[in-house]
């Protein structure tokens, strides 16, 4: 656990080490703040549902722009197998690695609570649905993360990594849409529905807490990042 929560550290901070972690944070922030005003102002309510839909799209973008230079950078630059020389295990690393940039995109989201506390100002919100629209943000940028790190140490180019994890997250996230049902098989829709990892989210969104929701979402994190590890040991094969 030490050296998890070493490697959590100096990657964390490492994000803060130049400009593009604050760019990042402030588009984040206007857009959510945008979204925000904008269904105060046309639906006449102090609501965080327009923020909520909306989130996953964002992600789509913010979430691989976080993971796509965690492997490929080391990559490049040659420092995996530096870094793979310290005393550490392959899942220690990539666990490092992970809760890292999980830690960025909390910090993100944390920075946003002020649209809460100006939506209970305004009126009265469901903190049902916000406490379990936030729960459920967390668990679908777990799930991104998870995928795009994974991703990110398959290629040493972060433009590859990041479209590739923007690919892969959109095909998760629309599995479940009707639009992708009504073109599939009745015998499939149920599996599509339990694939989509929008599906989930919404259900979270709606203030409904479900195990299926909370497995779902563990079981797709600790498979990428069971694939990680892997890829990861793989470089000791060649």
């Not at 913010?62 to 993971?67: D, K, L, M, R």
């Not at 459920?136 to 990110?152: E, P, R």
């Not at 599995?175 to 989509?196: A, D, I």
Request: glycine share 8%; with cysteine.
């Amino acid at each position: 656990m030490h050296n998890i929560l070493v490697i959590t550290r100096k990657e964390f901070h490492s994000y803060f080490a130049s400009p593009i972690a604050y760019i990042f944070i402030t588009l984040f922030l206007a857009v959510s703040g945008w979204l925000f005003m904008s269904g105060f102002f046309l639906l006449g309510q102090a609501s965080l549902r327009p923020f909520f839909s909306f989130l996953p799209w964002m992600f789509l973008v913010f979430v691989p722009a976080v993971t796509m230079r965690l492997w490929a950078e080391e990559k490049k630059l040659g420092t995996i197998e530096l870094l793979m020389t310290f005393p550490v295990r392959d899942s220690e690393v990539v666990l490092g690695k992970f809760l890292a940039a999980l830690a960025f995109l909390g910090v993100s989201l944390a920075l946003s609570f002020p649209l809460v506390l100006t939506a209970d100002y305004l009126g009265e919100p469901d903190w049902g649905a916000i406490i379990g629209g936030y729960g459920g943000a967390l668990l679908l940028g777990a799930a991104y993360l998870a995928i795009g790190v994974f991703i990110s140490s398959l290629t040493e180019n972060q433009i590859v990594a990041f479209l590739m994890t923007v690919v892969v997250c959109f095909g998760f996230f629309i599995t479940g849409e009707e639009f992708v049902l009504f073109r599939v098989p009745q015998v499939m829709v149920g599996f599509l529905q339990y694939l989509s990892l929008a599906t989930h989210f919404e259900s979270m969104g709606r203030g409904v807490i479900d195990t299926r929701d909370l497995v779902y979402y563990a079981s797709v994190i600790g498979f990428f990042l069971f694939l990680n590890v892997r890829s990861v040991e793989s470089r000791k094969w060649k």
